[in-house]
Each structure stands twice: as C-alpha cells, then as structure tokens.
C-alpha cells in the first residue's frame, strides 16, 4: 500500500544527474485530429535527440511500440536508450499526468509521487488512462509510490533542488483543481509531499495558455539562487503587464538561506496565432518550456530568427556545460504545450 507522505525525500532540480526522461507519445488521434501526423514525426525527432544523452522511456500501448522505434531510428536515434512500457494514455502531457519523482536525502533511494489529475480543470475529458499513468510506471519499475489527495500537474511547479518552490496563483489556487483547500492546506501538502521548505507564488501566466498559467512557460530556475523569466518588451501585448507584475514580485525571491535570487530576463516571441475559430485566439509560446538533460537543453524555437536565436544564445550561457539543441515547436504548441509540457525527468 502506499504510504501518506515521503519523509526525507526531495525533489531535485532538473539539472541534477538524470536517469532517464518519460513521454507519453502521441497515439490517440481523436486528442490531436490535424496534427497527429506531424507529432509522431515531432516525437521521433524529440526522443531521438534524447536518447543521445540518456534513457527515453516511453508510455504508449504494446502495438504502437515498433512504429516508434522505427521513428525514433529515422532520427537517428540511439535505440539501445529507448525503453518502451504498454502504458495508454489519453493524451501526450507528461509533465502534468506523469509522477513527480524524489530521491531520498541520505541514501539516494529515487521514488515517485501520485497526484490527482483532472485535465486542467475537467477542461478536456477523458483522462482516465492519464490518471493512471503514476501507478504503472510504479509497478513497471517496482518503485515506491507515495498518493496525494491533491489536483497537481507537474508543469504548475518548479523547484531548485535546495527547499524552494515556485508556482502560480492562477493554476494552485484556482477553483477548478481543489475547490476545498485553502492555500495553507496547499502549501502544506506541496512541502510534505516535495520535500521544499519554502513556497513562492507568481500571479498568473501568459496569454493562451490551456493551463490556467503554468510556472514552466514563465519564470524557471537555472541555478539555486537564479531563475529565467520571460518578459515582454510591447506594452501592448497581452502579457506585458502579466509578465511585468511577476518580475516585479520575483525581487523577493529569496534562497532558503536568505539570499536574493538573480533573475535573468529573456524575451517572448513574437505572438503565435492560430488558423480561424481555433479554441485559442493565442498559442502559448515561450521559450521557457525548455528541456534539461544530462548533455543537453532542449530549446523550443517558433521560426523567428532573431527572437530565437537571442533564446538560444541566453540559454547558452545559463547552461554552459551542455549542448544547447534547437527544436522547431510551432505546431506543437499548436496543441497547447511545448518541450517541457511533454516531458518528465526521472533522478538518477
């Protein structure tokens, strides 16, 4: 059975050593009707970049699995790396279906947690097979499974692996995900369940965004005591003032010693819009949704050569040790996500 809470546990920064990076591939057309096609290509180029650098397992059912080796092989991809689990899913956002993993204190004992998910809201039912997907990894990897009675997608958060937590008011707080917990409630359970100290809140997130406002598109630790956040320099644009009150707010970020947070500002794109009576009038672009792996950063990019090369040259820099690798996200995000939002980093 599943114990209530972790003790001694925490949830490290994603540039800590990996083990492996989970995606849920895009095997349900009826989720994605006009771009199925092009993820599976956008997958397979995805999966085989990661498999470079480290294990890519895979959740998608037993009789897609040798499409998406041949995909992933098409890209170059190192197969020997890729791990394949007969793990349906509703939908391809592992960030916020997918467990949230911790390593234990002292040992280094790497377990998962489970977390209620209800689609952003019950906004795109069914999710049955998405809300599953934390227990069968479980069981897949004989791995200790601790549950939470609480609404949590993995993209709401970010952590610097030393105690502190940051997220938004917009998605935690939110009326559609936990109704009945009061903010304490919530930063009780994320503290119990995470292993973070402290919890510290932006307001809301960018134009479009199916989420509500998730932390992943917004503002990102790059360093203990540094985050990435995203501005936007046309005070007529939609987000100015939204990304302009959460930089304001980050000035009293602080580390669990103390310490200011540096905040490194980086550009948005230029708005993304979608064809005509789409659900968005917006897509929710950013160059924020990037990926950490061992080797790499996987860096969203939207065909706007200045705006991302600007994305990649700062990203870069903040991670200097590794390669910084540019991924073409515009139909992607089309859907509602990026390279982040897709993805779920396991501790090694």
């Given at each position: 059975m599943p114990s209530p809470h972790p003790e001694n546990y925490f949830m490290p920064a994603e540039w800590a050593p990996q083990e492996a990076t989970w995606l849920s591939w895009p095997t349900n057309k009826a989720s994605c009707p006009e771009t199925y096609e092009h993820l599976q290509e956008k997958f397979g180029e995805i999966a085989g970049w990661i498999s470079q650098h480290q294990k890519v397992r895979i959740n998608a059912p037993a009789a897609t699995h040798h499409?998406?080796?041949?995909?992933?092989?098409?890209e170059e991809g190192d197969l020997s790396q890729l791990e394949l689990f007969d793990n349906p899913?509703?939908?391809v956002w592992c960030r916020d279906h997918g467990p949230i993993f911790l390593k234990h204190n002292e040992?280094?004992?790497v377990v998962l947690t489970d977390w209620k998910f209800n689609a952003w809201g019950d906004k795109f039912p069914p999710y049955d097979l998405d809300n599953q997907i934390p227990e069968r990894i479980a069981d897949a990897l004989k791995m200790k499974r601790f549950v939470s009675d609480m609404i949590l997608e993995g993209g709401s958060i970010d952590v610097n692996g030393k105690g502190v937590?940051?997220?938004t008011e917009a998605v935690l707080l939110n009326?559609?995900?936990?109704?009945?917990?009061s903010k304490k409630q919530i930063e009780d359970e994320l503290k119990k369940m995470l292993g973070v100290t402290s919890i510290f809140w932006l307001k809301n997130g960018i134009a479009g965004d199916d989420t509500d406002g998730h932390i992943d598109d917004i503002t990102r630790f790059v360093r203990k005591d540094a985050v990435l956040?995203?501005?936007e320099a046309s005070s007529s644009d939609a987000n100015y003032k939204t990304l302009n009150e959460n930089k304001e707010r980050l000035q009293?970020?602080?580390t669990t010693d103390g310490e200011r947070v540096d905040i490194i500002e980086l550009e948005m794109p230029t708005p993304l819009t979608p064809k005509k009576d789409w659900r968005l009038d917006r897509l929710?672009?950013?160059?924020?949704?990037?990926?950490?792996?061992?080797?790499?950063?996987?860096?969203?990019?939207?065909?706007q050569k200045k705006k991302d090369q600007k994305a990649l040259g700062v990203i870069g820099e903040l991670f200097p040790a590794r390669e910084i690798i540019p991924i073409e996200c515009s139909k992607l995000v089309f859907e509602g996500g990026a390279l982040h939002c897709i993805s779920q980093q396991q501790p090694k």
């Open positions: 499409a998406i080796r041949l995909l992933v092989m098409d899913t509703n939908d040992t280094g004992e937590l940051i997220t009326k559609n995900r936990n109704p009945e917990w956040t995203m501005v009293d970020l602080r929710p672009a950013s160059y924020a949704n990037f990926v950490v792996l061992n080797g790499a950063v996987l860096v969203p990019t939207f065909r």
